[in-house]
């Protein structure tokens, strides 16, 4: 797929997050949200290795991604909150 593939779902996997997640300080941009997307997707990669749904080589689906963007904008409100 390559780099392009991995911007393309790294944006809407970082939109959809960014959609279902609660709160308002969240990081806006087309860069913010694609970066969002994108190691949300590694996270969701290493998270499933450590579990084991995932050998080594395999890489997060779309919906895991998203799942990881999710937890990372969790976090992010957290840190966010803290700083308030």
């Keep these: ?3 392009i593939g991995a911007i393309i779902i790294g944006f809407f996997a970082g939109l959809i ?3 279902i997640t609660p ?3 969240k990081p ?6 694609t970066v969002l997307g994108m190691v ?6 290493w998270l499933g ?3 084991g749904w995932y ?4 890489g997060a689906g779309f919906i895991a991604s998203v799942v990881g963007a999710v937890i990372l904008l969790l976090i992010w409100g ?7």
Excluded: E
């Design 23 to 25: 709160g308002d300080k």
């Design 1 to 3: 797929m390559g780099i």
């Design 78 to 84: 957290q840190i966010v909150r803290q700083r308030a």
């Design 49 to 51: 290795q450590q579990i």
């Design 40 to 45: 949300g997707a590694v996270l969701a990669t």
């Design 17 to 19: 997050a960014k959609f």
């Design 28 to 33: 806006t941009g087309f860069i913010l949200t």
């Design 55 to 58: 050998q080594s080589g395999d």
